[in-house]
Structure formats: C-alpha cells, structure tokens
C-alpha cells in the first residue's frame, strides 16, 4: 500500500505543478509611436495582438503586424516600426518655411518647370548666454535646436542687469541675440499720496531690489503694493491710494453691509473704495420701492437720479411712506432718462 500512495502523491503533486505553472504574457514590448490604447495588462497562451502605429506616426510596412503570446511566456518577434515621417499635425505655435519655388508650369513635353517645394519647420540654434550671465528656459530643451515660439529669460549675475530680459525662437530661425550685462540703479524710492513706504532704506536700489508701500487708515491700495528696479533703472508701477466716499444725503435710508440703515445711523459717515450702497428708489405707477446699488470710486459716490431725499417733514412724521418703507417692488423698472439706474 505505501508504494501505490506515493505513487498517487506524486501523480497528484505533478498536476498541481502542471496546472499551476501555466505561463502567460505580460504586455507586448512596444517602440516609440506604437499605439497602447487597446492593449491589456496580461495574455493567456495562444492570444493575438494586431500592433498599428498610434496617430501621427506612418509605419513601416502596409501589412497587419500580428503577434502571438507562446508558451514560453514569450511574444512572436514583430517588424514594426513608427515614424514621425509623415506625420499631418504640427505641434502648436510650428511654422513652416518653404524650400524651393513657389509656382510650377506645365510644360510643352508635359514636364512641370520646377519640382515640388518642401516645407520644413523652422527651428533656431540654441540661442547664446550673456558674456556676464545665463539663460533660464521656459520649458526644458534638448538638443542643439529649439522650435519656433519657445522663449527664455536672461539673467546676469548680480548686480547686474540684462539690457533686455525675454527671448525666443523667431519666425526666420534666429535666435534673440544675448543681452549686454550692466550695472542699473533706480533713483531714492519716493512716496505716495495718502500712502507710505514701508521697510525701505532712502538710498539708490539695484536692479530686482523692491520697495513696498502702504496706504492711510481708510484708504484702499489699487494695484501692487511692492515695486521693483527694473532692468531700465526705472521702478515699476508704484500703487495708487484711493479715497473713501462721504454718503451725501441728509436725509433717507441706504442698505449697507448687509444692512438696512437710516442715514443718521451711519457712524461715521464713511463708504470704502469699492464698496457698494443701495439707494431706496419709487416706482410711482406700481407705488413699491425698489433699491438701486452704487459703488464708491476714489472718493466720489454717485447717487442714482431715481433717488429722491424726502422733505424734513415727510422724513419725520411720515417715515413709513418713504420708498425703503413700502412694499418692495417684484423687479424693478427699466432705465430712463428721468429713472437712471
């Protein structure tokens, strides 16, 4: 009995092994410009893959590469190959140059007088640092060209500045020059009205040195509020305070942060630049009142034609008839001349 149970032991173990050890393919290896799309992680033994070339790119011969997953695990060798030759989309921003003449004749002895012309794209030699500095690339480049469109920043070493800052790959295949490297400085930062500077040295800067400004209580700052020398040995832009806005009226009420108040409630009188106010306004043919909105721009606020301020006694002993009051409108009326909205 024992030798027939090893021998059954051993049957056994050998199918386990057999069935266990059933090879399969992992994903076709694929050169450049194949197309992955539709193919699968894993293959079982005798699968087919048909191989195309992926969009852009011609392949090498006109028939179906097929290959096949063996038992090995192993795939069937394929001659597939992609090119970028003949591809019909160019990349963005790609400009093409024409090689050779732009007309054809058709001859007496039905030869054409010049041949096709080719179109190339344009590309421009990588272009030269500053004696004095470097170049940052806006995108990462490889090779000894790069293509029309791209562009890079020059930089010198401080404190120096470039004499221009930008470059690019230009349309007739140069690239911009290098800049010269010099020594820039922009004059004593000065103030702003109604504003300050704010941790600055009263000195000459050096090219890309800031200064930051700030502006007085209730003044807001429009535009930005840190300036730099630039490579010309002028400050940018320096920011602009804006005044706040006195709400002009003596009498009536006015929906304000996200309140509805009485004039006189307003303390102080006072609206930020930017900031919106509602005046009440009445609609004499439906007889409801309808708000209509004003901004405060560098201390001037409008007050809306439609708005009317009420007498002292009506203000005083009739405050529920006022439009902010009554019934408020569905929509409220179309502009006009005399109902300015």
Known sequence: MAPT???????????????????????????????????????????????????????????????????????????????????????????????????????HDGTWSNPPPLCKAVNCPLPKPPGDGRIVHNKPVTGTTTMYGQSWTYECNPPKAPSYEK??????GRATEPPVCR?????????????????????????????????NDHYV????????????GNWSSKPVCRAPCKVGIKRGRIFYNASKLWIGDLKPNRIL??????????????????????????????????????????????PKTLPSEITMCAASPPASPTNST
């Open 5 to 107: 149970l090893v021998w059954l032991l051993l049957c056994q173990l050998t199918l386990y092994t057999t069935v266990t050890s059933k090879k399969v393919c992992s994903r076709p290896p694929l050169t450049d410009g194949i197309d992955e799309s539709t193919l699968k992680r894993v293959y079982e033994v005798g699968e087919e893959v048909t191989l195309t070339c992926g969009q852009g790119y011609l392949a090498s011969t006109a028939a179906s590469q097929r290959i096949a997953c063996t038992g090995t695990g192993e795939w069937t060798q394929s001659n597939l190959a992609c090119s970028r030759e003949g591809r019909t989309e160019a990349p963005f921003k790609t400009v093409y140059v024409m090689q050779g003449a732009n007309e054809s004749r058709c001859l």
């Open 167 to 172: 470059g690019a790959c230009m349309a007739d």
């Open 183 to 215: 020594d820039v400085s922009c004059s004593i930062p000065s103030g702003i009205p109604n504003g300050f500077i704010t941790f600055a040295v009263m000195r000459q800067h050096r090219y890309k040195e800031t200064v930051k400004y700030g502006c």
């Open 221 to 232: 700052l429009d535009g930005d509020a840190e300036i730099h020398c630039q490579n010309t």
């Open 273 to 318: 630049h930017g900031e919106h106010v509602a005046f009440y306004c009445l609609n004499k043919a439906d007889r409801c009142g309808y708000p209509v909105a004003t901004t405060c721009n560098d201390g001037i606020l409008p007050i809306p034609e439609c708005f009317q301020e009420p007498g002292k006694v009506e203000y005083n002993l009739r």
